[in-house]
């Protein structure tokens, strides 16, 4: 079959929409063809590169008529780098973006037309918002380079400074990067295997200051770990915790096992709401903690509790709704997969002197029915799954016992809608969504809901 659209062909067209990468997309004659840094409303001519059997891909040569909400991208290695997909785009545009992408499955997903998607509650500054960087390091041309990957490469794209990323990250990352061959350290050669430094993860306490530097090395002995600590030192007088940790895996995950203090503590704290956390090298953490308050206390006011009642925080990582939850609970019992974030959770309800919480590490779908069946009967359920979105058999089981109250966090608003789907079905009813902006420059979107009971 001959295709509407051949390899490099020259087009005019509209761009209706826009992918979770940051394509635009056109279709001529029915046939969607994605343009990367094209922008919804736009008139665009572009170069047709490859077409497959379904959809295609061109190269934008020229827009004809500019979307009112394209903006001149401030960071120089966009849209190369895959860090960012929407910087093009004014951040009243990326809001707006994103409240229609919720809407959207809301509609054609979850079949609920009539339920409120409120405005996205964005950032004020939505630049520097991270709160940890994790940076690959790598010899090339006997050089050291250091930034973040090239857009669905495995490449390192050599970077002085990131924008997103906090100012203290900015000059770790490149005083290493200028002075490791001075100190007769070598970069890690992924292809060779060879090499010491990997990664630099910095990690700071928004709310505290504190500021962590992991040194991911291939081997454990560090010769010049004095003068590395120094010069780090030298650079960011902040930093509270300066650590190594030993990969010698050829692997894509980036610490291994071993950890070794080398200047201060080997954790730091941080507070969101009024709660301590404490944050070692390898802890889960939310990476953008202004908006994560937002976003625990969007879910809190929709658990609207008065004191009397019990509550499951599902999914619950290192304890951090549960925590939120429990200064107006009776009780919260969070359960969460990964041991190691259990161990945290439970530490941090200790830290901050909470008696009414209970931890247990298992998956959600099997910890949360023996609850039940031992007898134990809770008032309000608060889920955050991973992008899949909630297990079927906890759906199942949330059906069965039918807690009067639903708070269903999530960082994938597909699987919320089918999720939300599914509920409706059961006898639940879908009161109102509040999409919340974790990741301003990306396309990312978070929202929180609220469900009742029938
Ligand atoms: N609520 C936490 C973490 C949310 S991320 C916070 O706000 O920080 C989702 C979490 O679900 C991850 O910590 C992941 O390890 C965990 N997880 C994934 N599958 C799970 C399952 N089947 N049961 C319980 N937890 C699971």
């Known amino acids: 079959m001959a295709y509407a659209v051949q390899q490099n062909d020259r087009l005019i067209g509209e761009i209706i929409d826009l992918t979770h990468d940051g394509s635009g997309v056109a279709k001529i004659d029915g046939y969607p063809l994605f343009i990367p840094g094209a922008l919804p409303g736009e008139t665009v001519e572009f170069k047709v590169t490859k077409t497959l059997k379904k959809y295609g891909f061109a190269k ?33 545009g990326q809001l707006e ?14 079949k609920l037309p009539d339920v409120p998607v409120h405005p996205v509650k964005g950032m004020e500054h939505p630049w520097r918002y991270r709160n940890k960087s994790q940076i690959p390091f790598a010899e090339r041309d ?30 770790v990352m490149r005083t290493i990067k200028h002075s490791l061959h001075e100190l007769g350290i070598k970069a890690y050669d992924e292809q060779k295997d060879k090499g010491f430094l990997r ?41 509270t915790s300066i650590v190594q940790n030993v990969n010698d895996r050829k692997t894509n995950v980036i610490m291994g096992d071993e950890t070794v203090s080398l200047y201060g503590p080997p954790v730091i704290t941080d507070k969101i709401g009024g709660v301590t956390f404490e944050i070692s090298a390898r802890s889960f953490y939310q990476i953008n903690p202004d908006q994560t308050e937002v976003l625990y206390s969007q879910a809190l006011d929709y658990a609207n509790l008065s004191g009397n009642e019990t509550v499951i925080d599902a999914y619950c990582g ?71 979105g909630c297990d079927e058999h906890l759906l199942r089981t949330i059906l069965e016992y039918r807690p009067k109250r639903l708070v269903y966090v999530s960082c994938n608003p597909a699987t919320l809608a089918r999720d939300l789907r599914i509920l409706e079905d059961g006898g639940y009813k879908t009161k109102e969504v509040q999409p919340v902006d974790m990741f301003p420059q990306s396309s990312h979107v978070e929202a929180v809901t609220w469900l009742e009971l029938r």
């Not at 006997?142 to 000059?171: N, P, W, Y």
């Open 60 to 92: 934008l040569l020229n827009i004809v008529e500019p979307s009112e909400d394209r903006v001149e991208p401030p960071c120089p290695v966009f849209p190369e780098c895959g860090g960012c997909q929407i910087q093009h785009l004014s951040y009243e």
């Open 97 to 110: 973006r994103k409240r229609k992408m919720v809407r959207d499955v809301m509609d054609r997903i979850a």
């Open 142 to 171: 006997g050089k050291v380079v250091a930034g973040f990957f090239r857009r669905g490469t495995h490449t390192i794209m050599d970077t002085e400074t990131c924008l997103i990323q906090s100012t203290e990250a900015d000059v």
């Open 199 to 239: 990664h630099v993860v910095i990690r700071k306490g928004k709310a505290t200051g504190e500021t962590m530097v992991v040194l991911v090395t291939r081997n454990r002995k560090f010769k010049k770990k004095d003068e590395v600590v120094e010069l780090i030192r030298s650079v960011v007088p902040d930093v």
């Open 318 to 388: 290192i304890g951090t709704i549960s925590l939120f939850l429990a200064k107006q609970a009776k009780e919260v019992y969070g359960v969460e997969i990964v041991p190691q974030a259990i161990e945290d959770a439970k530490r941090n309800a200790e830290v901050n002197g909470f008696t009414n919480t209970r931890f247990e590490a298992g998956a959600a779908e099997d910890v949360i029915p023996r609850w039940y069946k031992e007898g134990k009967r809770f008032d309000v359920l608060v889920v955050d799954p991973p992008r899949k």
